[in-house]
């Protein structure tokens, strides 16, 4: 088996890129190719992690890395230091030390070869990522009390500006404050007059408009939203009325990340924590509202009240996750009425077209349509066996060709170890023919792994006949009878990815229209080919 390379930048390589040094990557990734020539090692896959996370479930690539070790797919990792593997807590140490140990794959660095089996080497192992943790923390307790300082110095902390300000560096000194966004600016006025003033009215009278108001207006006065999209989120709109910043002031701990455990797996949460531990100072920046009109908007949030919180209830809606609208591909909503017992869905994005209608009479729909879909898809099978069987042949035909060809590009890659040893490659040689056996290596294995993806999609196909089809058919003969919207709704996720939902008319009191007179297309639980 071939060995890989895993890189992963450091907080002190972004900052000795960022006074001028070597690109990392690319200074790590010739210090362990040279470190794999002088061992013989025959290097086929480099892995570069272009992301920065504390913990294993926040860096994509080393997860797919330890996928691969755990699959017994390398004999050994090359990185240029144990601590780039895992700097997070015991729980992720403990998931890299298991994956390595179990799969009996080295780790190689520039300085030692750890051997997850030697009970010496195991122990080394632990006592680096352990020290590495300590650092970690080291490191990231003192960039907490530097921001800290920062913003108690009247400076923006923030690696983005707020909507109104552009972010620039101070003056003198190290750091960054705010200046006034000429094109955004005004628009944040606007939002703080809207909402505390109201907007003129054709009768010369004023209405205050809330924060979905204000969102709309944006969006019809093709204003763009702070994350440049052309929609503006209300959520946007609450945020800048309750940010201080625009008063010329700093605002530091204002949120904190919680972590917290959900099913057995630590996700993260944001929380607001008491006042005593927020700073607010007086910025470098200049204000863009004052503090009257600031606070007036406080007050009018009071007078209102508090947001409604989402509490758990049982569900109700036994389309929710499935069906979604045809045209801007967002979820439907669940519509309640409190004089009647018709409950609906409805598509609640902002301007889209797309009209609502009564939960059981989409319900039946679905249930008809997979009904037709079920029995089409059995009267085609009669006729696909013979062919997809041969398909299958070839494919497998094929896939041990490549397989027979991997391996021969393998011992052509070790042969070239051997001609650099006789001299009869020179290094510029030797690495032109390996960087070359390389990709074609890798190229085989791609085309091996879609052969292995058809085959199973092939075979997945076939189990279709045995397990879907008896699952929709299950679902179609018991659904009416199901006891509420929550078993209801498991069933169609069982058999569905998602149902697309398009009704452009509204019923009303129409006598050429129906009910049902809306268009669906259903996704089944297909293998993707």
């Known amino acids: 088996m071939p060995y890989c390379l895993y890189l992963r930048k450091s907080r002190a390589d972004i900052d000795a890129e960022a006074n001028g040094e070597m690109e990392t990557l690319a200074r790590h ?86 051997d997850p089996n030697n009970e010496y080497d195991e122990e080394y192992f632990e006592f680096g990522l352990f020290m590495s943790r300590r650092e970690y923390k ?30 620039i560096h101070v003056e003198s000194g190290k750091g960054y404050t705010l200046s006034p966004n000429e094109k955004e600016t005004p628009i944040v006025k606007m939002i703080f007059d809207w909402f505390v003033n109201g907007q003129l009215q054709e009768d010369g009278s004023y209405r205050k408009l809330g924060a979905h108001a204000i969102a709309h207006r944006l969006t019809n006065l093709s204003i763009d939203s702070p994350t440049g999209n052309p929609t503006w989120n209300p959520r946007s709109v609450y945020w800048i009325l309750h940010n201080p910043v625009y008063t010329g ?3 530091w701990g204002y949120k904190k990340d919680k972590k917290i455990i959900v099913d057995g797996a630590v996700k993260r949460t944001r929380i607001i924590p008491p006042e005593e531990e927020q700073i607010l100072v007086e910025g470098l920046h200049p204000a863009i509202i004052s503090d009257e009109i600031f606070n007036q908007a406080q007050e009018l949030f009071l007078r209102r009240g508090n947001p409604s919180v989402v509490i758990e209830k049982e569900l109700k809606n036994p389309l929710a996750g499935v069906v979604v609208c045809g045209i801007c591909g967002r979820p439907l909503r669940y519509r309640s009425n409190a004089n009647r017992r018709d409950f609906g869905v409805e598509c609640r994005t902002y301007g889209c077209p797309c009209k609502g209608s009564y939960i059981y009479i989409v319900e039946k729909r679905i249930i008809d349509a997979l009904r037709d879909w079920v029995n089409e898809y059995k009267l085609s099978w009669d006729d696909m066996p013979r062919e997809m069987h041969s398909l299958l042949i070839v494919k497998e035909q094929a896939y ?36 070359s056996l390389s990709e074609k290596i890798a190229e085989s294995e791609k085309n091996i792994a879609k052969l292995s993806a058809d085959i199973n999609n092939e075979k997945l196909r076939e189990n279709n006949r045995k397990n879907l089809i008896p699952k929709v058919e299950n679902l179609i003969d018991i659904y009416w009878q199901l006891p509420n919207a929550s078993a209801k709704n498991d069933m169609l ?25 809306f268009d669906l297309v259903l996704y089944p639980k297909l293998p993707r080919t």
Do not use: C
């Open 400 to 435: 041990n060709a490549a397989i027979k060809e991997l391996n021969t590009l393998t011992k052509q890659l070790d042969k070239t170890h051997d001609l650099l040893e006789q001299g009869i490659y020179d290094t510029e040689t030797f690495l032109i023919r390996s960087k």
């Open 29 to 114: 990734e010739k210090i362990l190719l040279d470190l794999a020539k002088r061992m013989h090692l025959d290097v086929t896959e480099i892995y570069r992690e272009v992301v920065s996370g504390e913990t294993i479930s926040s860096r994509p690539v080393v997860q797919h890395l330890l996928t691969e070790v755990e699959n017994e797919m390398w004999d050994g990792v090359l990185v240029v230091e144990i601590e780039r593997l895992a700097r997070g807590d015991t729980i992720d140490q403990g998931i890299v030390s298991r994956a390595f140990k179990f799969s009996n794959t080295k780790i190689i660095t520039p300085l030692k070869t750890y």
């Open 493 to 517: 996720k069982e058999v569905l990815e998602k149902v697309e939902y398009t009704k452009l008319h509204t019923v009303g009191r129409s006598k050429t229209k129906k009910l049902d007179d």
């Open 138 to 167: 080291t490191i990231r307790r003192r960039l907490t009390q530097g921001r800290m300082s920062s913003a108690k110095e009247g400076k923006h902390t923030g690696s983005k500006a707020p909507y109104g300000y552009d972010r």
């Open 249 to 251: 002031k700093i605002r």
